[in-house]
C-alpha cells in the first residue's frame, strides 16, 4: 500500500514535470584545483532546443551530468519548472538521458528495450504494448519490434535509445554528443530525424556537442562555452553576425573568420584601421568605434564572405592582393590572397575563376567587419 501510494506520488511529479522549462543559476564543479563548469547560468524554455557548444574538455559533460544528478556542483542550483531539484535524487528528476555510447541491452528486442522503463514503473502488459506502439511509430521502429538490439543499424539503434528515453516522458532530455559515433552521412540524416521528433513532440532539449555544424542546424538557441564558462547565448544569427568575443567569432561558421591585427589611426581627417599591410577607411563607422574603443591594440575579424574580390579596381578603397591558393568547396571557391605579409580568405562563386598567382582586387565589406580588442578579445564593434 505504501510503495504504490509512494510511486503514484512519483508519477505525478513526473506527469507535473514534462515538457518544463530547465535553469541553471551559477552552477560551478571544480575537480580538485580544477574549475570544469564555472558559475554557469542558462535557461532552456518549455520545448526549447538549446545546444550546449564548445571544443573537447571545455566542461559539458559535467554540466549535464551535474543536471542529470549524477555528479554533485560544488555550487548553484537547478530548477526545472520553478521546482528546484538541485538535492533531489536522478530517478526522481525525471531526465531523458541519451549518451554517445547508448545504453541499450543489445539481447533484449527493440520492443522490450522500448518497454524497459515501463517495466521497471510497474505498468500493465497492455497499457505498455500500447505506448510501445505509439512511440514505436514515432520513431519509425514499428517494423523491427521483434529483431535482437545488438543486430540493429546505427541510425536504428540511436532511435531505440531515444525511445526507450522518450517513452517515460521525461521532463527534459540530455544529450551528450548521441551522433558522434555515426558517419558523416547517417549524422547529417539524424540530425534531421532528431530535429522533427523534437517539434513533434515539444521536448525541451539540452543537446551537447563540439560541432558547431550540428548545433548550428537543429538548435533554437546556442550556449558557447569555453574552458568552464559561457561564452555568449543566443540563436544562431545572433552568434554568427555578433560574436560577443573572438572565441565564438572563431568558433562559429564553416569557414573561420579573417582575424587581423591593426590599429586605429587618423590620416588627412579620415578614420583609419592601420594593418600594416593595408588600410581599411572606417570614417563612416568613425563614431561608433571610437565610443567603444579603449585600447590601440585591435583585431579587426571579416568573414571570408564578406571580403569581395574582382580583376578589376572597383572603388577607392580597393586593396591589391594576390592569389596565394584556391580551394573549390562544393558551389562557392576559397581564394586565399596575400596582402603584403598578410594572407586572407575571401570566398567567391565557384563561376569566379582565377589562378595562383593573379593580381586581385579586394574590398571588405565594411557593414560586416568586427573589431575585437587584443588583449580581453571582447569584441567592441
Ligand atoms: N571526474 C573527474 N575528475 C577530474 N577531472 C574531471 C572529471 N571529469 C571531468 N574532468 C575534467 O573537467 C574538464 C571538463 O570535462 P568535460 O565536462 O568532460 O568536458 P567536455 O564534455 O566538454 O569534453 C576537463 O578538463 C576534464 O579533464
Ligand atoms: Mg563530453
Redesign the pocket.
Known sequence: MQTSGKRLHLEKIQEEMHGKSLRIEKLR?E??S?V??KDLTLEVKSGEFVS?L????????????MIAGL?EPTSGKIFVGDQDITEISPIQRNVGLVFQNYAVFNNMTVYENLAFGLRVRKMSNDQIKTEVNKIAETLELSDILAMKAGKLRLDELQRTALGRSMITKPAFFLL??PLSNLDAGLRSQMRVELKRIQRELKQTILY?T?DQVEAMSMADRIAV?SQ?ELQQYGSRDELYSNPSNRFVANFIGSLSMNFIDCALIEKDNRTLLDATDFQIDVTKLAYVIKKNVSNSELIMGIRPEDVEVNTQRKTEDSIQSEVYITEPIGPKTVVTLSIGNTKIKSMVPETFHTKIGEKLWTNFNIDKLHIFDKKSEKAIF
Not at 54 to 65: A, F, R, V, Y
Open positions: 564543479k575537480f580538485g580544477l570544469a563548469v550546449l564548445g571544443p573537447s574538455g571545455c566542461g559539458k559533460s559535467t554540466t549535464l551530468n555528479l551528450d554528443e551537447v563540439h562555452m568552464g
